[in-house]
């Protein structure tokens, strides 16, 4: 098994893990909320400090997790604080497929291979240690329960659960109104957590990519004014990212996102 205490992306994923379907839910959104999460985990491990919007390295030394120290790496090479949205929003790839693999390495989570259509070899994931999960689950359910403020680490999880929409998926229903309206409530517990979810949330609106329309020279007056492109779907940083390949779109729903075809080698 692996380490007693998971990450924040770690927990963040374990929590939109469906058990029923082996699939994410909010796969797309949930890219952006997991690259928001490992800069949480920089700042709670003391790498990286807010800097009014954006984010600055304090402290380069590396974690000792491969994932987390590429980020920092990368976050270290800029130089100069980068805007939280940007980062997020930027163009990344495979995080959530590393994830993945790395839960199921550690035996928290377990592939099944299967086919789509009888045809498309596909991969979903099944928790394998779900006391783990429920504790992490628990530890919101606290939170919104009691009102009590929570710690920082749960207060990040929550306000990156609700910006990556994971409210219904937690709380469905007529019943989970409350709780939704909670949870989405604990983003004023944690400054850190709370200015990635709004970043995570920006992105979403599509912010990120208004801004760097905003700094573009006009070209040939070609973009219509006012209309921003669309934001990238970020895929967040990874170690050894080209050895990993990208999860498949399903126009479906969003929910299959999370399957992949099986590619041999």
Do not use: F
């Amino acid at each position: 098994m692996g380490r007693s205490r998971r990450t924040i992306p770690e927990e963040l994923l374990l929590l939109a893990l469906d058990p029923a379907t082996g699939t994410t839910a909010q796969p797309q959104s949930l890219d952006l909320g997991l690259a928001g999460a490992q800069l949480v985990e920089l700042a709670l491990a003391g790498r990286i400090a807010p800097d009014g919007d954006r984010i600055a390295v304090v402290l380069p030394r590396p974690t000792g997790d491969p994932t987390l120290d590429s980020a920092l790496e990368l976050l270290r090479r800029r130089g100069s604080p980068v805007r939280a949205v940007h980062w997020i929003g930027g163009p990344r790839l495979g995080l959530r497929q590393t994830y993945l693999s790395h839960l199921e390495r550690c035996g928290m989570v377990h592939a099944v291979e299967n086919q789509m259509c009888g045809v498309l070899p596909t991969t979903r994931y099944q928790a394998t240690d779900t006391a783990v999960s429920r504790q992490i689950r628990a530890r919101l359910d606290t939170a919104i329960r009691t009102g009590t403020p929570p710690d920082a680490r749960t207060a990040a999880l929550a306000a990156l659960a609700h910006a990556v929409g994971l409210g219904k998926h937690l709380y469905p229903g007529n019943e989970g109104r409350s709780s939704r309206s909670r949870l989405r409530d604990l983003i004023r517990h944690d400054p850190m957590g709370g200015l990635v979810a709004h970043a995570v949330m920006d992105v979403q609106n599509g912010v990120a990519g208004q801004a760097a329309a905003a700094r573009r020279p006009a070209q040939g007056g070609t973009r219509k004014a006012g209309r921003a492109p669309a934001p990238a779907a970020a895929m967040a940083v990874v170690g050894q990212s080209q050895q990993l390949t990208d999860e498949p779109r399903r126009r479906g729903g969003t929910r299959a996102a999370v399957v992949r075809p099986s590619l041999s080698h």
